[in-house]
């Protein structure tokens, strides 16, 4: 293992403050925004119908937001009457701790509420609404402060604000897009700005940026439909950037491994693996092997596994971006990573399976189907919320509704 990769782990460790457990998953796609969860001692293979379910919630409201997990609280984001809502419920028992009220609701055809999922650090949560209204409140639901991302030039994108914030220290860093600059860093105090990064004024995605470090200078990744660049952390100065031919909507998050910088978009788009060096990043190949929508992707030892319109589930390698293996038996879809295995969901039957990743081909170790599901859902939405392992459990959510289950051996 490369000591620059080391030096990835300890310095993510550290960037969303103190993130407690090692079962919790206190932002979007886990500790090290990677897709994967550290926990062992998970079932490697679910019995007929799946894992037992321990709590059903029914009162989350509209969105698609996915769960910050910390210190036995799981936190998400809803809709209660005409607002947009952090929700706070007992990771165990599913029983609503707190409830507070954010902005407005966003309004889309693909579904009104929220996307984004909350960040939680050093005893305070962190989310962005659907209008890009964002909040801090402290984990016994008393808001902070609240400033809008409109105020600092960023102008909403078509399917609303879905960036999940990251907290590094004494900032909080979003992406309001626009002229005055694509990337905002504001103080955890009290929201008033550090740092805009004028150096690119793109306009706002929906990719959540990513804290790494690149040739020994601590950086945030980032992909719009025009690039993927760094920013410099301390600065907010641009560090590098590349091009990008996205089209309609940009998505999934930036991996990050060693000097290696990938992204995937869907609509066609397919993926980019880049190499930064000082303030210049090289192109090491762009195909269409993973065109991943929003479900997401998982590197493990060396090759990436999320679906790929088209050729459906597949396994990339990470260093070539030559397909190894592709399978079409189970619908589009999420996944997340723990214990040596995947969690894939389908987006359109709500099915959950358990999948081993290796090079060798698609192999399946059980699934099962959310039941009940949302009534509430627009027509034209999926069952898009990520699904997140945490604590030897497994939660899932359809707009409304959240399932929890038992996966401990």
């Known amino acids: 293992m490369s000591k620059s990769f080391l030096s990835i782990i300890a310095l993510l460790g550290t960037l969303v403050g103190s ?9 979007w796609r886990g500790p090290l925004r990677d ?14 119908g799946g894992p037992q379910k321990v709590w059903t919630f029914n009162n989350a409201g509209l969105g698609y937001s996915s769960f910050a997990i910390a210190d036995g609280v799981l936190y998400t984001l809803g809709t209660r009457g005409n607002a947009e809502i952090l929700l706070a419920l ?15 609701i966003l309004e889309n055809g693909w579904g009104n509420g929220p996307r984004a999922t909350p960040t939680v650090a050093d005893g305070n949560v962190y989310v962005l609404s659907g209008v890009g209204t964002l909040v801090s409140a402290t984990t016994a639901g008393k808001e902070n402060w609240k400033i809008s991302l409109s105020d600092f030039g960023g102008r909403k994108p078509n399917w609303g604000y879905c960036e999940s914030v990251t907290v590094d220290g004494d900032k909080v860093i979003c992406t309001p897009g626009g002229s005055q600059g694509a990337v905002l860093a504001v103080s955890v105090k009290d929201g008033s700005k550090i740092w805009q990064s004028s150096d690119i004024t793109d306009g706002a995605q929906y990719a959540s940026l990513v804290p790494v470090e690149l040739g020994g200078v601590k950086q945030y990744v980032q992909m719009t439909q025009q690039h993927v660049f760094g920013i410099n952390a301390k600065t907010g100065e641009l560090a590098w950037k590349s ?13 990050v491994s060693g000097a290696n910088v990938y992204i995937t978009s869907g609509y ?24 991943n929508h929003h479900g997401g992707v998982i590197l493990l030892d060396g090759y990436l596994y999320g679906y790929s319109d088209g050729p459906g589930w597949i396994c990339q390698d990470f260093k ?63 069952i898009w919320t990520h699904p997140v392992i945490s604590g030897g459990k497994l939660y899932v959510r359809d707009q409304d509704l959240i399932h929890c289950y038992n996966i401990k051996k």
């Open 320 to 382: 070539t971006g030559e397909m190894v293996w592709n399978n079409k038996t189970f619908g589009k879809g999420a996944v997340a990573y723990a214990d040596g295995r995947l969690y894939a969901q389908s987006e359109g039957t709500g099915e959950i399976a358990l999948l081993e990743p290796t090079p060798q081909g698609y192999k399946e170790h059980g699934k099962f189907r959310m039941s009940p599901q949302s009534t509430i859902r627009s027509q034209r939405g999926r």
């Open 268 to 291: 066609g788009v397919g993926c980019k693996l880049v190499q930064v060096k000082g303030y210049e990043a090289t192109e090491v190949y762009r195909n269409q092997v993973m065109k």
């Open 35 to 48: 897709g994967i969860s550290q926990e062992k001692g998970l079932l490697q293979a679910w019995p007929a």
């Open 19 to 27: 993130l407690a457990q090692a079962a919790d998953w206190p932002t």
């Open 243 to 255: 091009p990008w031919e996205g089209r309609t909507a940009s998505i999934p998050t930036p991996i």
């Open 90 to 104: 007992d990771a165990n028992t599913g029983k609503e701790k707190w409830v507070l009220s954010l902005s407005n």
